[in-house]
């Protein structure tokens, strides 16, 4: 389980955050911008005035901006006390190459650069995952139920559907893809009973996103076969650059869930565009399962290289270094003598 503690934040140094060398301006800038009105019917120019762009002059306020921007980026909150005298010190002291002072007018002008923002934003955010991201195992007292038929009303305003094997009246969906897959399960013979999860239902798994960021992965559907199999199911239309990551721990959860409840569970996603393509032909989700795999092995085989021929003078030298191997074997030159024979591309 990846959660996320204060108790390392406390110990966090400016010296444990790397070193940059970010640049900065020699003199503050003056910016400005042009305006100039016309008239709506002729388009005849009538006004003009220049008026100069605001700096960012207080540094209590910028110092404040960097601080909440990092609690909301990493999901922390009350740890502004700690937080802000980090961004400070490594702003003053390690983020341009040299020792400056927050409060200059030049570094709170370059401060509002966005690949400066971006770079101490960054800096701080991963100095705070490292100290308070921590990966724990669930132990079995710590497991707990999550009952579908606990979920409380809630209102939804895009598509539904209404199955017969669900304990929700109406399955509320985000997509058109989804509503043709409700069908699909309602309509499959090995299916037993099956759910579209919203947020609502309070599941979710936590992961780290491609930025190396604590999210939340809210899986799309939980079915059980008639087998008494259960399944944690994924429908992906565009995939997202998470879509790796979202599997490895969708399946690490379906894992620890049979561990845990005794009950076996799978992980499954399925793709939109080969669902659609055989969706009419599927008459249970066990075929679908089996679609799923086999276009996977397919794919996999696909993208590996052809295996490369041997010349004949890479075959020539195998067969002196297998009679070599072979040496004082009954029957291993006969051999050898049979495998020369074969012609060769």
């Known amino acids: 389980m990846l959660s996320r503690t204060t108790a390392g934040l406390s110990t966090l140094r400016v010296e444990d955050l790397p070193e940059r060398r970010l640049a900065l301006p020699d003199t503050l800038r003056s910016e400005t911008i042009d305006y100039i009105g016309r008239d709506l019917l002729s388009g005849q120019e009538v006004e003009r005035a220049r008026f ?12 404040a901006w960097f601080a909440h921007e990092v609690q909301r980026d990493t999901r922390l909150t009350g740890q502004f006390a700690v937080i802000a005298p980090l961004v400070r010190g490594w702003v003053e002291r390690r983020a341009f190459g040299g020792p400056v002072d927050f409060d200059d007018p030049v570094v709170l002008q370059a401060l509002t650069e966005p690949s400066v923002r971006e770079s101490v934003l960054a800096v701080v955010r991963e100095a705070v995952d490292k100290a308070t991201l921590t990966t724990s195992a669930i132990g079995a007292g710590e497991v707990k139920e999550l009952l579908l038929s606990a979920t409380k009303p809630f209102l939804w305003s895009r598509d539904t559907f209404v199955a017969t094997k669900s304990v929700f009246n109406l399955q509320p969906c985000d997509n058109e893809l989804e509503t043709r897959f409700c069908a699909f399960l309602d309509r499959s013979r090995d299916v037993s009973s099956f759910a579209k999860l919203a947020r609502q239902t309070r599941f979710s798994l936590e992961y780290r996103s491609e930025r190396q960021r604590l999210a939340y992965y809210y899986p799309d559907f939980v079915a059980r076969l008639v087998n008494g199999d259960h399944f944690l199911i994924e429908t992906k239309g565009l995939a997202d650059p998470d879509v790796p990551t979202k599997d490895t721990r969708a399946a690490r959860w379906a894992v620890d869930a049979t561990v845990a409840a005794g009950a076996r569970w799978i992980y499954l996603r399925i793709d939109e565009e080969p669902f659609r393509r055989h969706e009419t032909r599927l008459a249970g989700f066990r075929e ?15 993208s590996q290289p052809p295996p490369r021929r041997m010349t004949k003078t890479e075959a020539m030298a195998a067969i002196e270094e297998a009679r070599a191997r072979l040496e004082g074997v009954t029957g291993g030159d006969e051999e050898l003598d049979r495998f020369r024979e074969i012609p060769r591309g």
């Open 52 to 63: 100069p762009l605001p700096h960012a002059d207080d540094p209590s306020a910028v110092l």
């Open 288 to 302: 679908l399962v089996d679609l799923v795999h086999t276009l996977r092995r397919e794919k996999l085989l696909a």
